[in-house]
């Protein structure tokens, strides 16, 4: 919503959540479009990438731009497509994308943007169980949506922002051959933002409203379809600041109301949730974070927001379940060793409270726990390093042990990121080493 015209769109696939799509395994690197010249100029470009790979890997990413006065656009195509990492894994990705920008004068400026998404897939899930998946599983889903955006400078510092997105899903689900269901929602998200920047002092305040209704439709072979129909109404309001007093502290603090209304489900939620955010430099080479605060976790339709994504560091939305209420606790601590060695270490709990359904619609209370440790080290110009140490703990109550169905879940992941740059500057090399092993699972089969 705040860039200025220029001819390095965002990529189709980078533009959507939940594509599945393993790290790294795309066509694309999004490193390939990480600058921007000097100077624009009215110009045509066209960027394209490919992946090939066994098991039926391969994909491609077209995007075709154009800068012309005071207009841009941009038109894009994405492909990917497995046999995945074992039966009935297998996916077939295509996204399309048009969007165009047109400044109406210095302080105003528009923009208008069509995305279409058709995926076909088998069982994606990868759970801690390797045979937990269901070898019959076909799904297919569709998306449109078309969304405007509105942005408008009062002066230095002082924006409005508008921003509304319709969507059309259409998905199909056939777990079983005698069974199949059938989803179909359509919905609006309609979102306003204030943003004012004094010397010391930064304000994002904002309001939003969610509308989408749901029909499901269950097919049993030899049986009359079951219809199910509802809507979801999700409207809310924040307001977040950030306070530099003294210089070597910035406060983050502030807080947005929630309300919730799902008649599919048949519950409401009314949420206040206050954000509580700090980062300190003791020392010129030294960032403490640290933060607390309280999420309500919005509809998948429209979980793409204005609304800001992170308090002092630490991540505020998750693929949770809707309606979820979140609780995190995070201090993170950066270090700058020497010129060319960086370190930190950063510890989080989440505790969440999620519907679920056990003969009737409740709530039921989970736990996650991460410590993250890690190094950025040059030891040479073309040459970078970054070790890396995760540690996650999962624990859910025995009634509400979801698709992964463990009660306990302890997880290590060591990881080894090595970057190489060539004299010529033409390419660069990566390569990542992870060793994973996880511990204290307790399955727990229905």
């Not at 994308?97 to 400026?109: E, G, H, L, P, R």
């Not at 510092?157 to 056939?174: A, C, P, R, T, V």
């Not at 097919?219 to 003294?246: D, F, M, V």
Request: proline share 4%; glycine share 8%.
């Amino acid at each position: 919503m705040l860039q200025p015209l220029n001819v390095t769109p965002i990529q189709p696939h980078l533009a959507e959540s939940n594509v599945y799509l393993l790290e790294g395994a795309g066509p694309t690197d999004p490193s390939f479009n990480e600058f921007n010249p000097l100077f624009q100029r009215n110009r045509l470009t066209l960027q394209t990438t490919g992946l090939l790979g066994d098991k039926q890997t391969k994909g491609d990413e077209v995007v075709h731009s154009g800068l012309w006065d005071n207009m841009s656009y941009s038109v894009g195509q994405y492909h990917f497509q497995t046999d995945g990492l074992r039966d009935n894994n297998h996916q077939n990705l295509n996204l399309y994308d048009i969007f165009a920008q047109m400044n109406v004068k210095y302080s105003t400026s528009l923009q208008a943007g069509y995305r279409f998404k058709d995926i076909e897939t088998g069982d994606l899930s990868l759970l801690y169980d390797p045979e937990n998946y269901l070898p019959e599983l076909t799904t297919k889903k569709e998306t449109q949506s078309v969304r405007l955006g509105l942005r408008h400078a009062f002066g230095h510092g002082h924006d409005l922002l508008f921003f509304w997105n319709y969507l059309d899903k259409q998905s199909e689900n056939k777990p079983f051959s005698w069974y199949e269901s059938r989803i179909d929602h359509t919905g609006f998200l309609t979102e306003a933002q204030h943003l004012l920047r004094w010397d010391n002092l930064k304000l994002t305040s904002g309001l939003g409203h969610f509308n989408a209704d749901r029909k499901d439709t269950a097919i049993y072979t030899g049986y009359p379809p079951e219809i199910i129909q509802g809507h979801i109404r999700h409207t809310n309001a924040y307001l977040y600041s950030l306070i530099t007093c003294p210089d070597s502290v910035i406060w983050n603090l502030g807080g947005s109301i929630d309300l919730y209304d799902d008649h599919y489900w048949d519950f409401q939620v009314e949420q206040f949730n206050p954000k509580l955010g700090i980062s300190w430099n003791p020392l010129p080479q030294t960032t403490l974070r640290a933060a607390v605060f309280r999420t309500l976790k919005r509809t998948l339709l429209g979980d793409q927001t204005l609304e800001p994504t992170q308090v002092a560091g630490f991540n505020q939305f998750f693929d949770d379940g809707d309606a979820a209420d979140t609780w995190r606790y995070g201090i993170g601590l950066e270090q700058q060793l020497t010129e060319q060695l960086y370190s930190g270490i950063e510890l989080s709990r989440r505790e969440l409270q999620e519907w679920g359904w056990r003969r009737d619609i409740r709530e039921f209370d989970s736990e996650e726990d991460q410590v993250r440790m890690y190094l950025n080290w040059t030891p040479h110009l073309r040459l970078a390093l970054s070790p890396e140490y995760l540690y996650e703990r999962f624990e859910n109550p025995e009634e509400f042990i979801k698709d992964e169905q463990i009660t306990r879940l302890e997880t290590h992941r060591l990881g080894l990121g090595a970057n190489l740059s060539f004299p010529s500057g033409f390419k660069e090399v990566c390569t990542r080493k992870e060793t994973r092993y996880q511990r204290n699972g307790f399955r727990k089969s229905f």
